[in-house]
Structures are given as structure tokens and as C-alpha cells.
């Protein structure tokens, strides 16, 4: 068979791209579907903290270190500085638990409010700091293009230390103790792709390496603070290759063992979280961020922070607001999908109504329905009593929004995020002006033909009689999945249906069998709508692998992601 002879499509047009011909092994498919022959196979599948990178390969970190055992040793006041999302909620617990259990420092928090504050460092945050007699402040997941508010903390006696993982702007603050961003052009971290947490990790573990005290203990130390690490890079899309996985891997095995009691309760009763990743990405991370989104973050950084006794009415809170936020976004993602103007490549919606924090996930809405870049704006008051337009903006994975941004940065308030995320703010005169902008520069970057079509890719052409749970196993050896170590997908091409049943009180739900592989359920949820699904009809089907626990008995599993068809 030649796979490049197969075209395959949803009935949406979602190309299917086949990745490689079925040879039997799942584990060499596997490996070069995703570029990684060449990797060391026993650091991949069973990752160490030894595997972690020096952390003083990172730029500036011997001077950040030798600060912070200084302000130890003299009993200053210091200030994690941390960002209302949820790695830089988790990086903000990471360090505040660490300095104050490990070091005895004295240490306490600020999180910017995403409405009043924004994103990032202010002065006024500092002129509070300094009445507060704070000498040090460590930020994480942000600083890297706060020069100013960082240049007055300066003059105010405050020490800054930036650990940060945003795309690095040529001019970076001078006046601080140092810029832990693995982005930096001017340095050679191995791996440029840590996210806020990852780089709060690294401080941490070479502090650990600073200390004789933590002598024979760093490996125990580091893991008890890595699952709040792990949060954090899987919440902000990092991809899970190299520390990354690492971090994700290990940080998934101390969950349940976490230092945060808010963690441990949550988790109870919850099985399968080894190696996998979704259990933050789609429960643990959209609580943390509904906190930041409707209200403060503060309350998710409680939940983390919480004793046994006081986690439960944090995350009664946060899941309220959860909640709300489900229902707002999807009101005003309906309203943002019926109003954007699609003729053009670049999307953009205003609605002065919409919540800060809500700007982005309807963006990222946008984005997943139209694969166009995506900007959703809201209004927002400035603090010497302006009026700007905050954006968040999505991109495809083929595009790269920031160097958008960039040719429009005169025309900006401020900007930043990474290649797919990003935000910024804007005045009303200057919103036309970059709409133009960015159009124009879309165009000179991806030309003016028709856009990179959706696809999905797969990893193989999957014979139904292959699909065993010795198959399963060879897969989950893969886990955690995620970007970069995508969920495997399979193509079971014209199999034969030979049973049909609805599943669910409402009936909404399919499971079907097949000729192909008559003990298999293969079962799409909301699938009973599809006209397809009747019994002596052939169908091409997307699906991914799983496990069936019931009674202590291990069954496989199919779940349907997309019918497709063939040309």
C-alpha cells in the first residue's frame, strides 16, 4: 500500500494525512511520526530527574542564585511576582512553597488582576512593595519586556530577578540581577521551549545544587515541587519533548502525593492520572484559569496553598466560577462566530461588553472553527484614565502570530505572548490602522491564495484485526500525550457494520461493530445523528485506542473522532 496515493476527508474538508504505512510496530511508527529515532530510548520512556539540564547552563542564573541565598541569609523581604494564568499561578506556588519550606525564607506574593492590572510588571506595583520593605522580587512568567517598571523598582532599591519563557524582544531590561529565559538569542539553553513553571523549576534545582545542606537530597526535593511544574507546561501548550517530558511524566506521578492538599483532594477517587496529561489540560488547568478569568487569581493560589481544612471552600469557589465561565463563552462565541467577516485571513471581533479574561477563549474558539488567525478584543480603562483595546489572538499551527505583532509594534500599547498566543493593547484611533496592518503583513508572509487547509493526522492505516491491547500497551509506553507527543489517531478504512446500538438516556450516543473485528465496540459520542451508521455499510472511520475496566476485566476499546471518505 502507498499511503501517499490514499486521500482521505471529512465531510467539513479536514484533510487526513496518513503518516506512515502500518509495518506491524506501533513503537518505530510511533518514533518517526514524530521525529524522535535518534532519541535515547531510556531517558524518553522512563525519564529521571538526572535527565533535567544543568540548571546554570540558563543565562544569569548564577548571579540570580547568589542574590537569593544572600536575601536568605539576611532576612529580606521577597516577593514572588507571578501572572493570573495557570503557569503563572503554578510557578507562583512552586516558589513560595520551596523558599518557605526549604529555605525558611521569608516570602510572600502579588498576582496581577487580569481586568485592572494586565499582564505584567507595573510601577505601582513596586511603590507598594517598597513601603512594604521588600528588597527582592522574583518574577515568574513574565518580565522579560518590562523594562521600564523594573528600571523604577531599580530606583526604589528593589532587586528584580526575571524567570520568564515569552519571546524574547531585542531590547530586554539591563537593570536587574537577571533574566532566566531560555529564549534568549544570546544564550544556548539546550531547550528554548520550558514554559514559566519550567524555568521557576530550574531556579529552584539550582538552588538545591548552590546549597551543601541539600546534599543527597536534591533528586527527593525536586520531585516534591514538580508536579506544580507540570501544570503549568501542560496548561500553557507547551510541547511534551525533552525536559518538558520529563517534568510532565514525573509531575503526574507526584500528583497524588502533591504538597498542595487542594491537589490530593481533588484527585481523590480519580484513577489513570499516570502519564496522563488531560487530566490537567482539560480539569485541573480550566478551574485554575476560570479563577483568573472571572474573578482573581488569587483564589486559585490559595486552593494550591491551602491546608487540608480550608482547600474545599477555595475550590467550591473556583468551581462556580468554572461554571460561569462555560456559559458566558459560549454566548459570546456565538455571537463572534455569526459577526467576524470571513473574506478576510485575519479575524477580528470587538465587543466591549466581553470580560478580559474571556478574550482569549473565545479567540481560541474562533481559531478551531475557521483555522484563521483570530483576535478578540475588548475594551479596557488604562490607569491615568484612558481607553484602550486589550486583544488575545490565536494562530493555526502554521502560522506565526507574533511576527505579525511585530510589524506592528510602533502602533501598539504593549504586546508579547509566543508563536500561536499572544496579546496586546491598542488605542481606538490606532485600532483600524492595525487591522490594516496585519492583514497586509498576513498576506506578504502566507501570500494571497487560499489558506493551509485543516488537517488531522494519523498515524497509520490501521488493519481492525491489529487493534489488541497488546497495541494499547505499546501506545500508553508513549504517554503523556500532548503537543509534540500528539494522541495517536488510526484510520480503520471501509469496515463493515454489522451491529448498531444507541447508548445514553437521550439515545445521542453510538456503538457499533464491525465485520472486520467483530468483539470491538467502536462508539462516537453524539454520534446517533449521522446518517452513516446502518447496519451492511461500509464507513471509513478516525478513531483513537483505549481501555474498558469493568468487573476487574481489561476490554478494548474505539472511540470515533471524525467518518471520513475517501476521493
Not at 229 to 248: Q, Y
Not at 304 to 310: G, Q, V
Not at 397 to 407: A, F, Q
Request: proline share 5%; hydrophobic share 40%; glycine share 6%.
Amino acid at each position: 500500500m502507498n499511503v501517499k496515493k490514499q486521500n482521505f476527508f471529512t465531510k467539513s474538508g479536514t484533510k487526513i494525512l496518513i503518516q506512515s504505512e502500518w509495518n506491524g510496530d506501533a513503537e518505530s511508527i510511533f518514533l518517526k511520526n514524530r521525529n524522535l529515532e535518534n532519541i535515547d530510548r531510556e531517558k524518553f520512556f522512563e525519564p529521571k530527574i538526572s535527565d533535567l539540564h544543568d540548571p546554570f547552563l540558563m543565562p544569569d542564573m548564577r548571579p540570580a542564585v547568589k542574590r537569593i541565598l544572600e536575601a536568605i541569609d539576611r532576612n529580606e523581604r521577597i516577593v514572588v511576582f507571578g501572572d493570573y494564568d495557570v503557569d503563572g499561578v503554578s510557578a507562583t506556588a512552586l516558589v513560595v512553597r520551596f523558599f518557605a519550606n526549604e529555605l525558611g525564607a521569608q516570602i510572600s506574593y502579588r498576582l496581577p488582576h487580569r481586568a485592572k492590572d494586565g499582564y505584567g510588571l507595573k510601577e505601582y506595583f513596586f511603590d507598594e512593595l517598597a513601603e512594604k520593605n521588600v528588597k527582592l522580587v522574583i518574577t515568574v512568567d513574565c518580565g522579560t519586556r518590562d523594562i521600564q517598571p523594573i528600571r523604577h523598582a531599580k530606583k526604589l532599591g528593589i532587586d528584580v530577578i526575571v524567570t520568564d519563557h515569552h519571546a524574547v524582544p531585542d531590547e530586554i531590561p539591563t537593570e536587574v540581577i537577571g533574566i532566566l529565559n531560555p529564549k534568549r538569542a544570546d544564550k544556548n539553553y539546550p531547550f528554548p521551549n520550558l514554559a514559566g513553571a519550567g524555568v521557576a523549576l530550574k531556579l529552584i534545582h539550582a538552588i538545591l545544587l548552590s546549597e551543601p545542606k541539600f546534599a543527597g537530597k536534591i533528586e527527593q526535593i525536586l520531585t516534591k515541587y514538580i508536579d506544580f511544574a507540570s501544570l503549568g507546561t501542560v496548561s500553557d501548550c507547551m510541547p511534551l519533548v525533552d525536559e518538558n517530558r520529563v517534568i510532565t511524566t514525573l509531575g503526574l506521578k507526584q500528583m497524588k502525593n502533591s504538597e498542595s492538599a487542594g491537589l490530593r483532594k481533588y484527585l481523590e477517587g480519580h484513577e489513570n492520572i499516570e502519564g496522563n496529561a488531560d487530566i490537567i489540560g482539560f480539569q485541573i488547568g480550566p478551574r485554575i484559569n476560570a479563577s483568573g478569568r472571572m474573578d482573581t487569581p488569587i483564589t486559585a493560589l490559595r486552593w494550591l496553598l491551602a491546608s487540608e481544612n480550608r482547600c474545599d471552600e477555595f475550590l467550591e469557589e473556583i468551581e462556580k466560577l468554572n461554571t460561569d465561565r462555560r456559559e458566558v463563552v459560549e454566548n459570546f462565541t456565538k455571537t463572534a462566530l455569526e459577526n467576524v467577516e470571513l473574506d478576510k485571513p485575519v479575524l477580528f471581533f470587538l465587543d466591549k461588553n466581553l470580560e478580559h479574561g474571556l478574550i482569549g477563549l473565545v479567540a481560541g474558539k474562533l481559531t478551531e472553527s475557521y483555522n484563521r488567525v483570530s483576535i478578540v478584543l475588548c475594551e479596557h480603562h488604562e490607569a491615568d484614565g484612558s481607553i484602550s483595546y486589550v486583544a488575545s489572538c490565536r494562530a493555526p499551527e502554521w502560522c506565526n502570530i507574533m511576527e505579525i505583532l511585530d510589524d506592528s509594534k510602533d502602533f501598539l500599547i504593549r504586546y508579547g505572548g509566543h508563536k500561536q498566543a499572544a496579546g496586546f493593547s491598542v488605542s481606538p484611533e490606532n485600532f483600524e490602522t492595525i487591522q490594516l496592518r496585519m492583514i497586509a503583513k498576513f498576506y506578504e508572509m502566507y501570500g494571497t491564495g487560499e489558506l493551509p487547509a485543516r488537517t488531522i493526522r494519523v498515524e497509520s492505516i490501521l488493519p481492525p484485526h491489529e487493534a489488541t491491547l497488546q497495541l494499547l500497551e505499546s501506545i500508553e509506553k508513549f504517554r503523556p500525550f500532548g503537543i509534540g507527543n500528539p494522541k495517536p489517531f488510526w484510520l480503520f478504512d471501509e469496515v463493515e457494520i454489522t451491529e448498531v446500538q444507541t447508548l445514553g438516556s437521550e439515545k445521542k450516543h453510538i456503538k457499533i461493530f464491525t465485520k472486520q473485528h467483530p468483539s470491538l465496540p467502536i462508539i462516537m459520542w453524539n454520534g446517533a445523528e449521522h446518517e452513516e451508521f446502518q447496519i451492511g455499510r461500509n464507513i471509513s472511520l478516525i478513531v483513537w485506542l483505549d481501555k474498558n475496566i469493568w468487573n476487574e476485566k481489561i476490554s478494548l476499546q474505539a472511540f470515533i473522532k471524525e467518518i471520513c471518505y475517501k476521493e
